[in-house]
């Protein structure tokens, strides 16, 4: 403990605590046992008075280390916020994990709340305060696309006082959205469609001196981290370029997408063998035409069919729905009806997906006696001598077959991210796909890295040039919980490159991205964390002169906060952090650690529990996410279900903190198992942190060769995926593992 700490305990009473402990007993813990200066108790700890005795021993007897052993850290937060530069808070949760889930006033449930009380010293005893990190930042946001959603990024960037440059590869701004017709109508009655409002967004970002616009121009290289983004650009003017470079806080992927290749579509569809089917993005360049005409001869098109899904909803194309497609279908026929009030248009749908106020969009649609829509599956697509098409449908509505005859085939042919390379099937790429893997062999065993070649962004990181995705190539973090977050802190992905969307929906989109990019820059400025633990102003220390440049943490980092140098050895870039503790737990040196959470405060908790010497039920330490794993003991508690009693609970901020000496130090404490409770992973979800659940897996299955040599069963060690809201089945879960360990025997080390 350091010399100029002074921790305070304030046990509080209230919420049954004081019906179901001892606090007698707790206060006993932290004074004579733990001999902590000063301990006191109070009935309404939360309360206004409650708070201002610990205020008045903040100020009157030098408390600055806080510990408030009472009601869940996740709640009462506003209450107990001390200033984080000067003092540490750590919260000891004997209400929900305590007093809420055990018999009240039994030994089992006072060893519990004790031992919760001794780990909570603990930690707190091995953390200071962390030393916010500020820093001058660069209040400039570098949006990357000039369509929709990077005018309307650049737009609201500026609008809130920000400046903003956009690169734009085309020799003119609008994108897609300068390429259409008419759009959708969006107010009663939803039967006329509406000019483009792209050309006003357009006037609005030249019209603006707080945005500069770069076109025919490409990015050659982002380097650095939020706050201070180095940017070099290839800016092409006439036959010559030159190369510009400038720095941004923050950076907007806006850079759209593309319409799947319909080449693909052939050998069922007949593109590219018939000339009268096209697709949606061909059938707005024939309607900027002026008369929506046959692409084969110029003839007025009398009968239009227009397919939707072709490719999409198919595993063997695009395996997704793109949104937009009923919608789009919708309005390209009534531009065939505008253009001939004779012509007709048949809309042949596996679903028609129109959401939120586009309903009422379809019902005018319906309304239009020359528009005719029917659920079905298309048999076979044929051309006539005359260049028509003869389109033979399933029709589910009728239940029999039907033959219709038209002057052109739509095809709906979908969306994809601009992300992904020309060529490239969304099927076909992982999650963590962003190039070729190639494996280097280091001196701790063979390590993958990416062989990526230059896309978009062409970022200067150890983890390649791209964005990392996730499905089908999006550049997601977190598809549940943060919505625009990237896998790189301070770019954040808007518009249809994210997923598929509309103008509409694109627009909303950007001006989220717009704000989370502002407030990435403010937060930078401070040295806080953006999310998920938002407000962290703690930073990983690096103790590099015993560093073996085993490269685990450049690798493992889910947010590419590492490079390295010529020697592999890891060079930081703080601002990229997330606090999530990863690189710390793949360092098999231990060399990594920040202020307030560190190996060594982990392994000092398990250290310091009141392991029983002997006893016939299993004694269980469980190492839990604060994410997800720890708020379902919360709600555990507050719907009052009984736990196991003979487990202890230490919360990590991300299981891909664990680091593998907590396994031995657990085990050779006579501990008799160890749990992990985390994130569910997989194709169907993810971390908070990414991958963090996925890697403590990884690391635990080389926990065997560990366990060996203390003659322990690997399965004493175990791993489980839990959400939130499976918070029901901990009883369970808990009960399970214990009665696994029961057929181990107690663990040979106890009363060592």
Same mark, same amino acid.
């Given at each position: 403990?350091?010399?100029?700490?002074?921790?305070?305990?304030?046990?509080?009473?209230?919420?049954?605590?004081?019906?179901?402990?001892?606090?007698?007993?707790?206060?006993?813990?932290?004074?004579?046992?733990?001999?902590?200066?000063?301990?006191?108790?109070?009935?309404?700890?939360?309360?206004?008075?409650?708070?201002?005795?610990?205020?008045?021993?903040?100020?009157?007897?030098?408390?600055?280390?806080?510990?408030?052993?009472?009601?869940?850290?996740?709640?009462?937060?506003?209450?107990?916020?001390?200033?984080?530069?000067? @003092?540490?808070?750590?919260?000891?949760?004997?209400?929900?994990?305590?007093?809420?889930?055990?018999?009240?006033?039994?030994?089992?449930?006072?060893?519990?709340?004790?031992? =919760?009380?001794?780990?909570?010293?603990?930690?707190?005893?091995?953390?200071?305060?962390?030393?916010?990190?500020?820093?001058?930042?660069?209040?400039?946001?570098?949006?990357?696309?000039?369509? =929709?959603?990077?005018?309307?990024?650049?737009?609201?960037?500026?609008?809130?006082?920000?400046?903003?440059?956009?690169?734009?590869?085309?020799?003119?701004?609008?994108?897609?959205?300068?390429?259409?017709?008419?759009?959708?109508?969006?107010?009663?009655?939803? =039967?006329?469609?509406?000019?483009?409002?792209?050309?006003?967004?357009?006037?609005?970002?030249?019209?603006?001196?707080?945005?500069?616009?770069?076109?025919?121009?490409? #990015?050659?290289?982002?380097?650095?981290?939020?706050?201070?983004?180095?940017?070099?650009?290839?800016?092409?003017?006439?036959?010559?370029?030159?190369?510009?470079?400038?720095?941004?806080?923050?950076?907007?992927?806006?850079?759209?997408?593309?319409?799947?290749?319909?080449?693909?579509?052939?050998?069922?569809?007949?593109?590219?063998?018939?000339?009268?089917?096209?697709?949606?993005?061909?059938?707005?360049?024939?309607?900027?035409?002026?008369?929506?005409?046959?692409?084969?001869?110029?003839?007025?098109?009398?009968?239009?069919?227009?397919?939707?899904?072709?490719?999409?909803?198919?595993?063997?194309? #695009?395996?997704?729905?793109?949104?937009?497609?009923?919608?789009?279908?919708?309005?390209?026929?009534?531009?065939?009806?505008?253009?001939?009030?004779?012509?007709?248009?048949?809309?042949?749908?596996?679903?028609?997906?129109?959401?939120?106020?586009?309903?009422?969009?379809?019902?005018?649609?319906?309304?239009?006696?020359?528009?005719?829509?029917?659920?079905?599956?298309?048999?076979?697509?044929?051309?006539?001598?005359?260049?028509?098409?003869?389109?033979?449908?399933?029709?589910?509505?009728?239940?029999?077959?039907?033959?219709?005859?038209?002057?052109?085939?739509?095809?709906?042919?979908?969306?994809?991210?601009?992300?992904?390379?020309?060529?490239?099937?969304?099927?076909?790429?992982?999650?963590?796909?962003?190039?070729?893997?190639?494996?280097?062999?280091?001196?701790?065993?063979?390590?993958?890295?990416?062989?990526?070649?230059?896309?978009?962004?062409?970022?200067? @990181?150890?983890?390649?040039?791209?964005?990392?995705?996730?499905?089908?190539?999006?550049?997601?973090?977190?598809?549940?919980?943060?919505? @625009?977050?990237?896998?790189?802190?301070? #770019?954040?992905?808007?518009?249809?490159?994210?997923?598929?969307?509309?103008?509409?929906?694109?627009?909303?989109?950007?001006?989220?991205?717009?704000?989370?990019?502002?407030?990435?820059?403010?937060?930078?400025?401070?040295?806080?964390?953006?999310?998920?633990?938002?407000?962290?102003?703690?930073?990983?220390?690096?103790?590099?002169?015993?560093?073996?440049?085993?490269?685990?943490?450049?690798?493992?980092?889910?947010?590419?906060?590492?490079?390295?140098?010529?020697?592999?050895?890891?060079?930081?870039?703080?601002?990229?952090?997330?606090?999530?503790?990863?690189?710390?737990?793949?360092?098999?040196?231990?060399?990594?650690?920040?202020?307030?959470?560190?190996?060594?405060?982990?392994?000092?908790?398990?250290?310091?529990?009141?392991?029983?010497?002997?006893?016939?039920?299993?004694?269980?330490?469980?190492?839990?996410?604060?994410?997800?794993?720890?708020?379902?003991?919360?709600?555990?508690?507050?719907?009052?279900?009984?736990?196991?009693?003979?487990?202890?609970?230490?919360?990590?901020?991300?299981?891909?903190?664990?680091?593998?000496?907590?396994?031995?130090?657990?085990?050779?404490?006579?501990?008799?198992?160890?749990?992990?409770?985390?994130?569910?992973?997989?194709?169907?979800?993810?971390?908070?942190?990414?991958?963090?659940?996925?890697?403590?897996?990884?690391?635990?299955?080389?926990?065997?060769?560990?366990?060996?040599?203390?003659?322990?069963?690997?399965?004493?060690?175990?791993?489980?995926?839990?959400?939130? =809201?499976?918070?029901?089945?901990?009883?369970?879960?808990?009960?399970?593992?214990?009665?696994?360990?029961?057929?181990?025997?107690?663990?040979?080390?106890?009363?060592?």
């Amino acid at each position: 403990m350091a010399d100029n700490s002074k921790i305070g305990v304030y046990i509080c009473t209230d919420c049954g605590i004081g019906e179901s402990l001892s606090i007698e007993g707790l206060e006993k813990v932290a004074k004579s046992e733990l001999h902590v200066p000063v301990c006191k108790s109070h009935p309404f700890l939360c309360s206004d008075d409650g708070v201002q005795v610990i205020r008045d021993d903040i100020n009157k007897e030098g408390v600055n280390k806080i510990v408030i052993a009472a009601c869940s850290a996740r709640v009462n937060t506003d209450m107990f916020d001390f200033d984080q530069s000067l @003092y540490v808070t750590e919260r000891v949760n004997i209400r929900e994990h305590v007093a809420w889930t055990q018999p009240p006033n039994t030994e089992p449930t006072q060893a519990i709340a004790n031992d =919760n009380l001794r780990m909570g010293v603990m930690r707190i005893s091995k953390s200071e305060a962390p030393v916010p990190n500020t820093t001058d930042v660069e209040r400039t946001i570098l949006v990357v696309g000039g369509g =929709n959603a990077g005018l309307t990024a650049a737009i609201e960037a500026a609008s809130a006082g920000y400046k903003a440059v956009i690169v734009e590869k085309a020799s003119s701004l609008g994108g897609w959205a300068k390429k259409n017709y008419k759009g959708y109508p969006v107010k009663p009655p939803f =039967n006329e469609l509406l000019a483009p409002s792209i050309d006003s967004k357009v006037k609005a970002v030249e019209g603006n001196p707080a945005i500069k616009v770069y076109l025919n121009s490409k #990015i050659l290289q982002i380097a650095g981290e939020p706050g201070m983004f180095d940017v070099k650009i290839d800016n092409a003017k006439g036959e010559s370029s030159s190369e510009e470079t400038f720095r941004v806080g923050a950076v907007i992927m806006a850079t759209g997408w593309k319409p799947y290749d319909a080449s693909q579509l052939s050998a069922f569809y007949g593109y590219g063998r018939y000339k009268n089917v096209v697709t949606n993005v061909e059938m707005e360049a024939i309607a900027l035409k002026g008369k929506i005409a046959r692409p084969s001869d110029g003839k007025p098109a009398k009968s239009v069919v227009f397919l939707q899904c072709a490719g999409q909803r198919d595993e063997n194309h #695009i395996p997704y729905c793109s949104v937009v497609c009923c919608n789009v279908s919708l309005k390209q026929a009534k531009y065939v009806r505008e253009s001939n009030a004779d012509a007709g248009a048949y809309i042949i749908y596996k679903d028609m997906r129109t959401p939120g106020i586009y309903e009422n969009f379809y019902k005018a649609t319906q309304d239009d006696p020359g528009i005719f829509l029917a659920k079905g599956e298309v048999r076979a697509i044929e051309e006539a001598p005359d260049g028509s098409l003869l389109v033979d449908i399933d029709n589910q509505l009728l239940g029999k077959d039907m033959r219709i005859q038209a002057d052109i085939v739509v095809l709906a042919t979908g969306m994809v991210s601009n992300m992904l390379p020309d060529g490239m099937a969304v099927n076909a790429v992982t999650p963590e796909y962003v190039g070729e893997l190639i494996t280097k062999k280091t001196q701790d065993g063979d390590i993958q890295e990416l062989n990526i070649f230059p896309w978009t962004l062409n970022l200067k @990181y150890r983890q390649g040039p791209e964005m990392p995705h996730l499905k089908y190539g999006f550049p997601d973090s977190h598809f549940i919980c943060f919505p @625009y977050e990237t896998r790189r802190t301070g #770019i954040y992905a808007a518009g249809a490159v994210r997923h598929p969307m509309d103008g509409l929906q694109s627009t909303t989109d950007a001006t989220g991205a717009a704000l989370k990019a502002i407030q990435c820059i403010e937060l930078t400025a401070q040295g806080k964390a953006v999310h998920p633990r938002a407000g962290d102003t703690s930073f990983p220390e690096f103790r590099l002169e015993s560093c073996t440049q085993c490269r685990r943490c450049t690798v493992e980092c889910p947010f590419g906060v590492l490079d390295e140098d010529e020697k592999g050895t890891p060079q930081a870039h703080p601002y990229r952090c997330r606090r999530c503790g990863t690189c710390m737990g793949a360092c098999p040196q231990r060399i990594i650690s920040f202020s307030n959470y560190s190996v060594d405060m982990i392994s000092a908790m398990l250290k310091s529990l009141d392991v029983p010497s002997e006893g016939e039920e299993p004694f269980v330490v469980a190492l839990i996410c604060e994410n997800d794993a720890y708020p379902a003991l919360d709600m555990a508690g507050i719907n009052r279900m009984n736990l196991n009693p003979n487990y202890r609970f230490i919360s990590l901020r991300c299981l891909g903190g664990t680091n593998l000496v907590w396994v031995t130090d657990a085990l050779s404490r006579g501990i008799d198992g160890l749990m992990l409770i985390g994130c569910k992973y997989g194709e169907n979800y993810q971390c908070h942190f990414i991958k963090g659940s996925q890697m403590a897996s990884e690391r635990l299955s080389k926990v065997q060769e560990t366990l060996g040599r203390l003659n322990l069963e690997a399965e004493r060690v175990e791993q489980v995926q839990l959400a939130i =809201n499976e918070w029901d089945q901990l009883p369970r879960i808990l009960e399970d593992f214990s009665e696994k360990l029961k057929g181990f025997g107690p663990n040979p080390f106890k009363g060592f």
